[in-house]
């Protein structure tokens, strides 16, 4: 009776310990669960850059498969912070680190499904494997991007300023091309740019003014000949007073991107019912950023067709794109 009687009081705190573990590991997971920066760290990663959900509402591509396909390719494992009507998933965060393609047998017929790995953040839950129709719309509420640690050796920063940009001082009112030298640890490249309306001024900002008589739009184009990891624009209004040429002359502000080189622009923002989010002091700009995968961005602003001065003046302070070297190189050679 003694030895089992020291036997049981041996195993008393061992279950405590257990249940110690225990808790922790689910604190752990509750924690990284709900901050993503957290996790993160937790994951492997450095960082976290938040993307709005309108940046996928607002994708080029024609549904959130080929969103998420294209995070992956571009190297970024990303969070999903699930809706709060999700019923097992509300307010949790689920990471998706890539995908595979599965040959899937239905009762009708074969075919081929991308499965995309996804880490539940459930304790020390196994990675799973899901399909679009679970990463559904009413799954999702805001998307994190996670860059990976040592992303700065993996992609080159490239900033583009007034004084890179070879560009006149008038507004030419026919579609000018251009081409934009910028230097990568792959080799010099060039960045094809287009535009109508479109002037440099005294190399401090690029103004865009599309209120003019027989024009009434104003828009640049900057076409990429590799894949933009990612990119940001700083932008403006020309000054306060370009206010009264704003309001109430139909003025439309839009931003467009490609998802290949031969690819047609289609609008991924359209910033016309929120004009009054841009600064209207060019010295004091907002960063505008751009999600993964695509080829170039198109800028784009309208307004009415009337006066004989250059207003609705709208300013690109600063573009700043990365790239991966290795695709650059690929495209010096002649082989992407």
Same mark, same amino acid.
């Given at each position: 009776?003694?030895?089992?009687?020291?036997?049981?009081?041996?195993?008393?705190?061992?279950?405590?310990?257990?249940?110690?573990?225990?808790?922790?590991?689910?604190?752990?997971?509750?924690?990284?669960?709900?901050?993503?920066?957290?996790?993160?760290?937790?994951?492997?990663?450095? *960082?976290?850059?938040?993307?709005?959900?309108? &940046?996928? !509402?607002?994708? /080029?591509?024609?549904? $959130?498969?080929?969103? +998420?396909? =294209?995070?992956?390719?571009?190297?970024?494992?990303?969070?999903?912070?699930?809706?709060?009507?999700?019923?097992?998933?509300?307010?949790?965060?689920?990471?998706?680190?890539?995908?595979?393609?599965?040959?899937?047998?239905?009762?009708?017929?074969?075919?081929?499904?991308?499965?995309?790995?996804?880490?539940?953040?459930?304790?020390?839950?196994?990675?799973?494997?899901?399909?679009?129709?679970?990463?559904?719309?009413?799954?999702?509420?805001?998307?994190?991007?996670?860059?990976?640690?040592?992303?700065?050796?993996?992609?080159?920063?490239?900033?583009?300023?007034?004084?890179?940009?070879?560009?006149?001082?008038?507004?030419?009112?026919?579609?000018?091309?251009?081409?934009?030298?910028?230097?990568?640890?792959?080799?010099?490249?060039?960045?094809?740019? *287009?535009?109508?309306?479109?002037?440099?001024? &005294?190399? !401090?900002?690029? /103004?865009?003014?599309? $209120?003019?008589?027989? +024009?009434? =739009?104003?828009?640049?184009?900057?076409?990429?000949?590799?894949?933009?990891?990612?990119?940001?624009?700083?932008?403006?209004?020309?000054?306060?007073w370009e206010k009264e040429y704003i309001d109430g002359n139909?003025?439309?502000?839009?931003?467009?991107?490609?998802?290949?080189?031969?690819?047609?622009?289609?609008?991924?923002?359209?910033?016309?019912?929120?004009?009054?989010?841009?600064?209207?002091?060019?010295?004091?700009?907002c960063t505008i950023p751009f999600a993964l995968g695509h080829?170039?961005?198109?800028?784009?602003?309208?307004?009415?067709?009337?006066?004989?001065?250059?207003?609705?003046?709208?300013?690109?302070?600063?573009?700043?794109?990365?790239?991966?070297?290795?695709?650059?190189?690929?495209?010096?050679?002649?082989?992407?």
């Amino acid at each position: 009776m003694e030895k089992r009687g020291r036997a049981r009081r041996r195993a008393i705190p061992l279950r405590r310990n257990l249940t110690l573990v225990a808790a922790f590991f689910a604190a752990l997971s509750f924690l990284s669960a709900c901050d993503p920066n957290l996790l993160s760290t937790l994951r492997g990663y450095s *960082r976290v850059c938040q993307l709005g959900f309108t &940046e996928i !509402e607002y994708f /080029v591509y024609p549904d $959130r498969e080929a969103f +998420f396909k =294209s995070v992956i390719d571009a190297g970024y494992p990303f969070v999903i912070n699930c809706s709060p009507s999700s019923r097992f998933y509300g307010n949790h965060y689920i990471t998706v680190t890539g995908y595979e393609k599965w040959t899937v047998r239905t009762m009708h017929d074969t075919k081929q499904k991308l499965m995309f790995r996804v880490n539940e953040n459930w304790m020390l839950a196994e990675p799973c494997y899901y399909d679009m129709d679970w990463l559904g719309q009413d799954l999702l509420d805001d998307v994190w991007v996670l860059l990976p640690d040592g992303d700065v050796s993996i992609f080159d920063k490239i900033t583009i300023s007034a004084e890179d940009m070879p560009f006149g001082t008038g507004y030419p009112g026919v579609e000018t091309p251009d081409y934009v030298s910028v230097g990568t640890s792959a080799g010099a490249s060039e960045i094809e740019t *287009r535009r109508l309306r479109v002037q440099n001024y &005294e190399d !401090e900002c690029i /103004v865009l003014s599309p $209120r003019r008589e027989n +024009f009434g =739009s104003a828009w640049i184009e900057f076409r990429s000949p590799v894949r933009l990891a990612r990119a940001e624009l700083d932008v403006s209004f020309w000054r306060s007073w370009e206010k009264e040429y704003i309001d109430g002359n139909n003025y439309e502000l839009k931003f467009s991107w490609r998802s290949g080189t031969n690819m047609s622009f289609v609008v991924v923002k359209d910033y016309t019912s929120k004009l009054d989010r841009i600064p209207q002091d060019r010295t004091k700009p907002c960063t505008i950023p751009f999600a993964l995968g695509h080829y170039g961005l198109r800028i784009d602003v309208s307004s009415l067709a009337v006066g004989d001065s250059n207003k609705g003046r709208f300013v690109i302070n600063e573009l700043r794109i990365w790239v991966n070297p290795s695709e650059v190189e690929l495209h010096l050679q002649g082989t992407l």
